[in-house]
Structures are given as structure tokens and as C-alpha cells.
């Protein structure tokens, strides 16, 4: 990603060109960075730098905020949910988009283009139209076989790992077609099975796809609201709904919410941030073609 | 292509096959008599279903089944009384969507009002997000100092979680002790009073700012990685004919992004039309009137209420509106890119 195409004009941009960009680039960073810094100053702060006027400088820093928020909230089972329901959900999400997308990237079979469209046309569907009917099932599933998935981490790993499933195929198939179908041919002339030539050839050779399909996979499951604020109890509660317990209260402590907030997306922006180059590398051979 | 198989290799292959995991050995079931590449050819006729599978069964269950039951039960009268065993409830014909759609009566109204917030608010975050996404990529295609920090920075707000993100914006439009109120009451003197931006007729545009500031870094990463796509002899052949930079950016690069921006497009509309997360979590339970977006409307009339029966009705007319946009705009712009 640092070494994008750039188009090398053998004439220096010019002066108009210069300009828009430093003021154009200029304003969106303050639109960006206004938030983030509101972000990480308040949770900074005591708390009635935060309750009265708001104030660009704290008047003293404190890290009280930051030890207090696991107590207004039990904020550490609510990452410990997080945690387990986004990583399983993207471990197996990316293990079946893997196999769904070779099959549709390497072999010729009846009703492909049924599959692909399909799977494509359910990111259209909006989420509230199968929230209430999955809700059923769900109860039903549990009333009548016992197996909780309603309430359940393994309910909402289930929904989520789908969430991500199409968008993943998707992205895995393009990256699949790029490469060279010779290399997995001559592991399967050399007598490898399919299986096997998937996993020593194309899944190696397509590592940064399958990177940029797990980010995406892990930053669906961790963001999500609508789903969990219904499929979830109060021991399976995720951060998604349990942030919330700060805010609902009728004091806000504005400073707790900001340094909770902080505290549950460094996993996912430090991640992100670190594996974006694999994501942007990941659309550029897949999706965008 | 075939590289050379020695002995040697014939048996170490044979070795790795017998310790492999056993679906790969299970899938050599051509037995020692067959040569391989047969075995290989009568598998894939069921392989490629095989890998399928899974994706098939989740699909089932989570997105197709769900949904036509969600069809099912529109036709359906589904009150809180029949949560637990909604076969049950009473066939109702087509009494949902009536209700849904009388236009006359106090429901419709509040649904057909939240049709045309969420068209105004879609149109305007779609349209900004693209705006935004799409200058910042042409922007940074040539390397300047600083360009990786701020694509670094640029990326964040989408990789915050929604909840974090939108929460903070919450913290920002506050009346008494946000930042928005200070900025504009107490150091620009721009309102003689502190304005409301979580309820009332401001909500809209809180709503509208927090959608963009969240979405536009997906627009910038979708077009940055087509710009990649463009092959650099075009700006070359561009630049020798005298072309410049403005030049290049209007006849090649925006023609050469019509298939991203075609897709991008489709995408931001349906993800933005379909947002729950960000008015949810704004606003809480229920929206303010003037940013009372379909989906958060339609959770309302759903969970608030508990009938299920008038909730899915509103869900398979949002289906069947997204159906028919989504087609028209494929039909319209493959067209027009068929033309040029």
C-alpha cells in the first residue's frame, strides 16, 4: 500500500493542484481527529471538566477514569464476551469462506452463479427483517432440541460469522483467481488431494487476502448492536450493548464513557491499523476488479 | 508444468497423505490400484458441494431461512402472546400491509414520514461520503511527506467500533457540556442559544454528520485500491499529450473508476438505508421524529410493541423497495457503461 501506483507525470502537480490538497487534506483531518481527541481528553479528565462546560483542556489530568470504569460496569465479562463471540466467529467464518471460495474460484459445477448471487443479494437484506424471525428460531431451536441459542454466545457467533461470510466469500474469490491455477494443477498432478493442495499452495500464496477477510470478519463481529442488544442476557451481554450502562444511568460520567469507549477499541483500531495494508492489498487483487 | 517425480518424492507424498488429517485422506478414496488424477476427476463432481456446504447451511439458517419466515410471518397477527409459539397465531391475510401502507391512518403516516427521512439522510450520506472518499483518494495518489500518517489517521473512524465512535459524537452534540455548543454558542457566538442536536429538528444532521464521518474511509479505501487498478501508461500516454494533472484526473482516472464507483455506490446505499447501529446507539430506544430512520422505526414498531406481525410487514416492504432500487440502478448503470 505505501508503494501505490503512483502516477509519475513527468510535470510537477501544479500550484492549484498543491493547494487544494493542503487546505482540502487540512479540514478533513480536523473533522477526523475532533472526535478521537474529544475522546481521548475527556477520559482524562475529572469529572467536573466533564459535567459542566465543555472545555478543551482538562484542568487535571487524571487516570481515575480508567481504573473506575471497570467497577460502574462489569466491563471485564463484557469484554471477556467480546472477545470469545469475535474471535470464534472470525476463525470460523474465514475457514468456511476458504472452502466456499475455492470451490467457486476452481471448479466449474451446476448452479455457481446461483451460489455467488445469492449470497451476495443477502448484504441487501436489512438486518431487522430476519432480527425477528431469527429471534424465533432461535427460542424455538431452544424449546424444543434445548440447545440455547438464544441468549447464547454460540447463537450470536453463529449470526455473526454469517454477517461476515458473504462479503469474505466475495473478497476470497477474487483473490483466488489471481492465482495462478498452475501452481495448486501441479501440487494435484504430483497426486496432493484438493484438500491439501488448498492448504499448502493457495491458502499460503493468498495470505494477505485471508488477512484482510479475518480483519473484516473480527471488526463486524466486534461493532455489531442490533443483534446483540436482542440475542443477548446479561452474562453474554457484549461491549456493544454494555457500554450503553454508562450512558442510561441518570449522572453520565462522560469520563468513564470516553475512557471505556477508548479502552474497547484499541484492540480492533491497533489491529486494523496494523493489518491495513493487507486489507487495501486484499481489495485491490479481489474485490475492486 | 509437471516437475520431475522421482521415487523419492512418489513416496514421501504417499507418507504426508497417510499421516494427513483424515479428510484429506478420506478423500483420496481412489484406492492404490487407480492412478490419482482419475480418483481426482470422479471427486469433483461432488468436491466443489462439499466445500459448499458449510457456507450453504449458515446461509440457510441465518440469512434465507429467517427470511422467508420473516415473509411468512407478515401474513400472520404475531403479538406477544404467541412469542413462544408463533405457528399458532391467526393468518391475517394481507392486514399488516394494510395497515402499513394506509397512508390516512396515524401508523402509516409515521412509517411513510420515516420512508422519506431515511431517503433524505441516505441520499446526503451516500452523496458526502463519496464526495470525501473520493478527493481524499485523488489527493494522496501522488506520495507527499506525511501521506502514510494520514492515511493512517484517515482510517480510523472506520475501524472504531460503531458503539465507541458514535458514542463520543453523543458526548459532542450534548446541550450543556458538549463540544458542538461550545464551538458554536460560547466561542463563535454564531446562536443566541444553545441549540438541542439530539432531539428536535437538529437530530437529522447530527445523525447525517456522525454517518459520514463513520462511513467516508470506506469510500477512501474502496477507490484508493481501484486507483491502484489504473494502469500508469494511461497517465503517461495522458502527460505526453500534453494533459495535466486536472486534466488526467477528469478524462482517466474518473472513467477508469465508473466499475468501483458503480459497485461503492450500490454498497453505501444499501449498508446506509439498513443502518441501525449508528441512530441506535445516538439516540437510544427511540429516535427524535425528524431522524426517525426505517430501522430503528421498524425495531420500534416491533420490539416496543412486541407485534411481530405489523413489524415483519414493514420489513418485507423495505425488502421489496431495496429489491427494486437495487435493480434499476444495476439495469440503468451496466447501461450506460455498455454505452460509453
Known amino acids: 500500500m505505501s508503494r501505490a501506483a503512483a502516477h509519475v507525470s513527468p510535470m510537477a502537480p501544479p500550484r492549484s493542484f498543491i493547494w487544494t490538497r493542503r487546505v482540502g487534506l487540512s479540514l478533513i483531518s480536523l473533522f477526523v481527529l475532533v472526535p478521537v481527541y474529544v475522546m481521548v481528553s475527556s477520559s482524562l479528565k475529572p469529572l467536573q471538566d466533564v459535567s459542566g462546560a465543555f472545555r478543551w483542556l482538562p484542568s487535571g489530568l487524571t487516570l481515575r477514569p480508567y481504573f473506575d470504569i471497570w467497577q460502574t460496569v462489569p466491563l471485564a465479562r463484557y469484554f471477556g464476551n467480546s472477545l470469545i463471540v469475535s474471535g470464534a466467529a472470525t476463525i470460523c467464518s474465514v475457514i468456511v469462506a476458504i472452502f466456499a471460495a475455492y470451490a467457486v474460484s476452481r471448479y466449474r459445477f451446476r448452479g455457481k452463479r446461483v451460489f455467488t448471487v445469492t449470497v451476495l443479494s443477502t448484504q441487501m437484506f436489512p438486518g431487522i427483517l430476519f432480527l425477528l424471525p431469527l429471534f424465533l428460531i432461535f427460542v424455538n431451536i431452544g424449546n424444543t432440541t434445548g440447545i440455547a441459542l438464544y441468549g447464547s454466545r454460540g447463537g450470536l457467533i453463529l449470526t455473526y460469522l454469517t454477517f461476515s461470510l458473504p462479503f469474505s466469500i466475495w473478497m476470497l474469490i477474487g483473490y483466488f483467481d489471481s492465482i495462478p491455477r498452475d501452481l495448486d494443477e501441479a501440487a494435484l498432478v504430483d497426486g496432493c488431494g484438493p484438500l491439501r493442495a488448498l492448504f499448502r499452495v493457495v491458502v499460503p500464496a493468498a495470505t494477505p487476502g485471508i488477512v484482510a477477510v479475518a480483519v473484516y470478519a473480527f471488526m463486524t463481529a466486534w461493532g455489531e448492536v442490533l443483534f446483540a442488544s436482542v440475542m443477548t442476557n446479561d452474562t453474554t451481554r457484549t461491549l456493544a450493548v454494555g457500554l450503553r450502562g454508562y450512558a442510561t444511568q441518570n449522572d453520565v460520567y462522560w469520563n468513564q464513557v470516553m475512557a471505556a469507549s477508548l479502552v474497547v477499541s484499541v484492540p480492533v483500531v491497533a489491529g486494523f491499523l496494523l493489518l491495513q495494508r493487507y486489507l487495501v492489498a486484499g481489495l485491490t487483487a479481489g474485490a475492486v476488479k | 508444468m509437471t516437475p520431475p517425480t522421482t521415487a523419492a518424492a512418489d513416496e514421501s507424498q504417499a507418507a504426508a497423505a497417510d499421516s494427513g488429517p483424515p479428510r484429506s485422506a478420506s478423500g483420496r478414496r481412489g484406492g492404490p490400484g487407480r492412478r490419482p488424477r482419475q480418483a481426482g476427476r470422479l471427486r469433483n463432481l461432488s468436491l466443489p458441494y462439499m466445500l459448499l456446504l458449510p457456507a450453504i447451511l449458515l446461509e440457510l439458517l441465518v440469512h434465507l431461512v429467517p427470511m422467508i419466515l420473516g415473509i411468512v410471518m407478515s401474513f400472520r397477527g404475531i403479538t406477544q402472546f404467541f412469542i413462544r409459539n ?23 403516516q409515521a412509517l411513510l414520514h420515516s420512508f422519506f427521512v431515511t431517503c433524505a439522510f441516505t441520499a446526503l450520506s451516500v452523496g458526502l461520503c463519496w464526495l470525501l472518499g473520493a478527493f481524499v483518494s485523488l489527493m494522496m495518489q501522488d506520495s507527499f511527506r506525511g501521506r502514510g500518517v494520514l492515511r493512517t489517521l484517515f482510517l480510523v473512524p472506520y475501524a472504531l467500533p460503531v458503539y465507541a465512535a458514535v458514542i463520543t459524537w453523543a458526548f459532542m452534540f450534548q446541550r450543556d457540556n458538549g463540544l458542538i ?24 444532521y447530527a445523525l447525517l454528520i456522525v454517518s459520514v464521518w463513520k462511513g467516508w474511509p470506506f469510500a477512501f479505501l474502496i477507490i484508493t485500491a481501484g486507483l491502484q487498478n489504473i494502469p500508469r501508461e494511461l497517465y503517461e500516454a495522458a502527460a505526453i499529450d500534453g494533459a495535466g494533472m486536472w486534466q488526467q484526473i477528469r478524462r482517466i482516472t474518473m472513467p477508469s473508476l465508473r466499475p468501483v464507483n458503480q459497485v461503492l455506490v450500490l454498497v453505501l446505499f444499501l449498508w446506509t438505508f439498513n443502518d441501525f447501529n449508528t441512530p441506535f446507539v445516538l439516540f437510544g430506544n427511540s429516535a427524535p421524529e425528524a431522524a426517525d430512520v426505517i430501522s430503528i422505526h421498524i425495531y420500534q414498531a416491533s420490539f416496543v410493541t412486541w407485534n411481530f406481525g405489523s413489524g415483519s410487514a414493514m420489513s418485507v416492504l423495505l425488502l421489496l423497495f431495496l429489491l427494486v432500487v437495487t435493480a434499476v440502478y444495476l439495469l440503468a448503470t451496466s447501461r450506460r457503461r455498455q454505452d460509453v
Open chain 2, 86 to 108: 408463533w405457528t399458532q397465531a391467526p393468518w391475517a391475510g394481507l392486514h399488516n400491509f394494510r395497515i402499513a401502507l394506509d397512508f390516512n391512518a396515524p401508523i402509516g
Open chain 2, 181 to 204: 455548543n461550545h464551538v458554536l454558542h460560547d466561542q463563535l457566538h454564531l446562536t443566541s442559544d444553545r441549540p438541542f442536536w439530539l432531539i428536535g429538528d437538529n437530530s437529522f
